[in-house]
């Protein structure tokens, strides 16, 4: 069991709030997941197997990762559907979002998440501001 669904972004988001409290204005914190104080900061998106998929910027934004089959748990990634057992529908989902810990909830729960329910939560009033993935049959989709 890891931390890697919420605890990451969290910290995160308690390193870069520190950071900016002491005056500092360009910073790139990551403690697992990323967040900017000021920028811009271009980061690579990648997936375990088709190594970088995008290029994203951002600027006082945080980005957030998830790979189901970054690490495996017998035969299966270490993010499971804890309802049905399905697997993700997502090779790779990263997110970006005012918040690293929101960022990388939802990085590790949309894995499952249909197309719909992506567009939905770009249209939230307090949602992401995009979402980019990897589909398991190989295509990149951007939302956002």
């Not at 997110?95 to 249209?123: E, K, N, R, W, Y």
């Amino acid at each position: 069991m890891t931390f890697n669904g919420i605890a990451q972004g969290f910290a995160t988001d308690l390193a870069k709030s520190a950071l900016s409290d002491l005056g500092l204005s360009r910073v790139l914190v990551n403690l697992g997941e990323f967040a900017g104080v000021g920028g811009p900061f271009t980061m690579g998106v990648s997936d375990p197997d088709a190594g970088l998929i995008d290029l994203e910027t951002i600027e006082n934004l945080s980005i957030a990762t998830s790979s189901p089959w970054a690490m495996h748990v017998g035969n299966s990634g270490h993010i499971i559907n804890p309802v049905t057992g399905a697997p993700p529908n997502f090779t790779t989902l990263s997110v970006i979002h005012d918040s690293a810990a929101i960022a990388d909830g939802l990085s590790t729960g949309l894995v499952f998440a249909t197309d719909q329910l992506l567009q939905s939560c770009i249209d939230a009033p307090m949602g992401p501001k995009s979402i980019i993935g990897r589909r398991t049959s190989g295509e990149i989709v951007h939302f956002g």
